[in-house]
């Protein structure tokens, strides 16, 4: 497995020496999320200070923006880092693309396959020359005139990740992506019963195998130096996995499971009683889905957890238990995942 360093929330003047921190460590890659700050940006900022390492977006929010932009803005970054750039796209919910970004929101598995489709078109004219003629349901592309034409670059291939949780999107990413960015919200059953299953029959469908899709994901996980910090750990991942399972998006993780307690957070949700949810999550919960190990037996850990199951692995930035690890601590977890 290949271990990546997920950047975690701050300023945009903040993300080099993350990333210098980082490359320095030994990730094997860099990876930024589009919640408070533009996600493009920060991978710009990334890749200058650590130019040997995979960067990327987990993920950038593609029904908030045009393909025409995305394609652009991948392009350019898929030339300045030779290759390193890693398009990860994500839906988001149906509240956030219309209350948050005032666009439309319609089938988004269907409408993400145009969208990607349209990428693998514009770019295919910038590296080819071939005529522009993208035509689906959502998205339609047929113009582009020298002007505004960017060429052609060494590294055309730019590898697209989806982001999900069900089975529909996890059978779009075996069917026609080069990844698959698993929502940190889930467990090893849920992806083995579930996820792998869909994609397994999107891959067979389009003639493809499972082979060709990287599996990603940022993980939960418990961890401290002593039974204090543990267990401090332990409730910010309690609080949210709470979060996650009001949300009726990932009810098919507690479905799987047999929990119940989803209607429940949702109730306490909508009456904003946010400080009560976590005493609903039993500890059992919590060790399925996050990984739970002292710091310097973490990387052992989430190895035997994800071994077989993922190809890339990164841990879900939460409060001080991830923040705090110091360098020497993260090259112990980076040799423990490696083996």
């Known amino acids: 497995m290949k271990i990546d360093y997920y950047l975690e929330d701050c300023p ?22 589009d919640t408070s700050h533009d996600p493009f940006l920060r991978v710009m900022a990334a890749t200058s200070a650590a130019p040997d390492v995979e960067v990327g977006t987990s993920v950038a929010v593609a029904f908030a923006r045009s393909p025409m932009v995305v394609a652009q803005t991948a392009w350019d970054l898929a ?4 290759g390193r750039f890693l398009l990860g796209l994500g839906t988001q919910v149906k509240p956030h693309i219309e ?18 489709g349209s990428l693998r078109a ?16 959502h998205y339609s592309f047929s113009l582009m005139t020298p002007f505004f034409d960017p060429g052609a670059i060494a ?4 590898p697209v990740h989806i982001a999900g949780v069900g089975p529909r999107m996890s059978r779009l990413a075996g069917e026609m992506c ?14 083995r019963e579930v996820t792998l299953p869909a994609m ?54 507690l479905d799987a499971h047999g929990w119940d307690f989803g209607p429940a957070l949702a109730t306490l949700a ?66 423990q995942v490696r083996g």
Request: contains cysteine.
């Open 12 to 33: 945009l003047g903040a993300v080099a020496e993350q990333a210098a921190r980082a490359g320095a460590i030994g990730f094997d890659g860099i990876f930024t999320a």
């Open 79 to 82: 030339s300045l880092t030779g």
């Open 99 to 116: 209350r948050r970004f005032s666009m439309s929101w319609d089938r988004p598995a269907e409408r993400m396959a145009e969208f990607i």
């Open 122 to 137: 514009i770019w295919d004219t910038w590296q080819n020359g071939t005529r522009l003629r993208f035509r689906g349901e």
């Open 155 to 158: 590294r055309p291939d730019v």
């Open 178 to 191: 080069d990844g698959y960015h698993v929502h940190p919200f889930h467990t090893v059953r849920y992806l």
């Open 200 to 253: 397994r029959a999107g891959a067979r469908a389009a003639g493809r195998s499972l082979d060709q899709v990287e599996m990603v994901s940022s993980v939960m996980v418990v961890t401290g130096r002593d039974e204090s910090q543990i267990e401090e750990s332990r409730l910010g991942v309690r609080r949210q996995i709470a979060f996650y399972a009001s949300t009726p998006a990932y009810s098919r993780v």
């Open 270 to 335: 909508r009456r904003g009683r946010w400080g009560e949810m976590a005493d609903l999550i039993p500890d059992e919960v919590v060790a399925e889905i996050a990984v739970e190990a002292p710091v310097n037996q973490l990387g052992s850990a989430i190895s035997a957890r994800y071994e077989g199951v993922l190809d890339r692995v990164g841990c879900y930035s939460m409060g001080d238990a991830i923040s705090s690890i110091t360098d020497e601590e993260w090259a112990t977890v980076l040799a």
